[in-house]
């Protein structure tokens, strides 16, 4: 994780959360980022954005992994 981008990176906690409740919690904790819900196994550029956080959820739109800035 990149150290130069500004407010919350990470978080752990809402694994397991609706996957749009989820983003909308990120966004607020960090309004520098864009949350982006998508299932799990989606394919997603590699390329490191501080303004971006992929939050991945599963068939059920539960989140699956922690989300964070990528």
Do not use: Y
């Not at 996957?19 to 949350?35: M, R």
């Not at 590699?46 to 068939?59: A, P, S």
Request: aromatic fraction near 6%; hydrophobic fraction near 40%.
């Amino acid at each position: 994780m990149e150290s130069h981008c500004l407010g919350k990176a990470l978080w752990p906690e809402l694994v397991g959360q609706k996957g749009n409740v989820a983003a909308a919690k990120i966004e607020k904790e960090n309004p520098n980022v864009h949350a982006i819900v998508l299932p799990k196994g989606s394919p997603v550029t590699r390329d490191f954005r501080c303004d971006r956080v992929w939050v991945f959820i599963n068939k059920h739109g539960l989140v699956v992994d922690p989300p964070q800035i990528t």
